[in-house]
Each structure stands twice: as structure tokens, then as C-alpha cells.
């Protein structure tokens, strides 16, 4: 199957961390991204994973890939009422019609 | 640099009618995407071009068709609109559609049908 799987929704209070999850089904997938989507606006790239890697640390985002579970979770550290925004997980499956499957998105709210 | 590029940012039709959308990628990228993204849920790929050739077909109905030029600008259109068809049309580009490359996207356009 193509289904990426996240939570809905996250509410944090801001300075706190942040974890978003996310599984995945295709065990051949090569890359996993992340993105952000403010409200009325269009998809951001955030961060992305190879497949042969654990972790990947850029600034404040840290991404954590379990191959064996199929499991990816995106860290925001020291959140703040700007990362409100809805997050997406997609992966990129080297078979088939679709050069990217999303998840449904994590809505991430921030609370002050 | 201009990002991904698309055009109108709205459009309201009413059902039956036909609508084209368009978008410029990235300069240098030569490979575009398009992505239907209907409320609350996550995008869904309808079709990828590479070099003016479609290269990929997601599962949408024949109503939708796309076209990309030689300079790489592309156009979706839909035909006998549907209200299910009102979401968020997005274009993305990569330069050169492989599998592993990162895809940037536009802002959209807000497709709304009556």
C-alpha cells in the first residue's frame, strides 16, 4: 500500500519541544521529507532523510528514521508561535505512478 | 532566484465548466508535478512531466489533462467541473523528476466550484 500515516493534531506550549510521527508502508523508500504549510499558503520543505541514515540534525529540526518499525518523527526544538503551521510527511518510493506520497498532515498548534 | 510559480492564486467556476491553470518551475528545473490537496487531507499526485512528456498519471479521471512547454512552463486543465474538484492545485518543480529529488512546490491556486 501507499499510506503515510501521521497524528492530526499537536498542541504544545511555546519554548517546549515538539515531536511529530509519522509511518510509512514502503519499505524500499528512498527518501523521506518533511513540510510545512502555513494557513492559505503552499508546501515548504523542511527537512528530508535518506533512507540509510538514522538522524539528521539542521538547526532546530531533528529527524529520526526507524526502518525496522517504519516509523519517522520530526523534533522541533524550542518551539515557537511561528511553527504553527500543518506538517506533512511524504515519501518517496522508487516503484510506481506517484513520485511522492503524503501523509494527511499533523497540525501543529503552538499556545503561547 | 523566483520559486515555483502559479497562476491565478483564485478561481471560482461553477459546475460543467472547464478551467486551466498554470505554472512556472523553478529556472533550470525541467521537470513538473501537479498535486490536488482537498481539505484536511494531504496532497495527491495527478500527473509529473519531464522534457514536454508525461512521465507519470496518478488516479484521476480523464477530465484532467496537463500539457509542459519548451520552457518548461506547464498547464493543468479540468474539464465538466465537478463540485469535488473545488481544493488547492499545486505545482511543483525538480530538475529532472528522478525519483530521489526534492520537490518545490508553489502556493497554489483555490480552485472553488460552484
Known amino acids: 500500500g501507499e499510506d503515510v500515516e501521521q497524528s492530526l493534531f499537536l498542541s504544545v506550549r511555546e519554548g517546549d519541544s515538539s515531536v511529530i510521527n509519522c509511518t510509512y508502508t514502503d519499505s524500499s523508500s528512498t527518501y523521506l521529507y518533511w513540510y510545512k504549510q502555513e494557513p492559505g499558503a503552499g508546501l515548504q520543505l523542511l527537512t528530508y532523510?535518506?533512507?540509510?541514515?538514522d538522524m539528521k540534525q539542521d538547526q532546530r529540526l531533528t529527524v529520526l528514521l526507524n526502518k525496522k518499525d517504519k516509523h519517522l518523527s520530526l523534533r522541533i526544538a524550542d518551539t515557537q508561535t511561528g511553527d504553527s503551521a500543518i506538517y506533512f510527511c511524504a515519501e518517496s518510493q522508487p516503484q510506481g505512478n506517484t513520485p511522492l506520497v503524503f501523509g494527511k498532515g499533523t497540525r501543529l498548534s503552538v499556545i503561547a | 532566484d523566483a520559486g515555483v510559480t502559479q497562476s491565478p492564486t483564485h478561481l471560482i467556476k461553477t459546475r460543467g465548466q472547464q478551467v486551466t491553470l498554470r505554472c512556472s518551475p523553478i529556472?533550470?528545473?525541467?521537470?513538473v508535478s501537479w498535486y490536488q490537496q482537498v481539505l484536511g487531507q494531504g496532497p495527491q499526485f495527478i500527473f509529473q512531466y519531464y522534457e514536454k512528456e508525461e512521465r507519470g498519471r496518478g488516479n484521476f479521471p480523464d477530465r484532467f489533462s496537463a500539457r509542459q512547454f519548451p520552457n518548461y512552463s506547464s498547464e493543468l486543465n479540468v474539464n465538466a467541473l465537478l463540485l469535488g474538484d473545488s481544493a488547492l492545485y499545486l505545482c511543483a518543480s525538480s530538475p529532472t523528476g528522478w525519483r530521489g529529488e526534492k520537490l518545490f512546490f508553489g502556493s497554489g491556486t483555490q480552485l472553488s466550484v460552484l
Open positions: 529556472s533550470g528545473h525541467k521537470s
Open positions: 532523510i535518506f533512507s540509510n541514515m
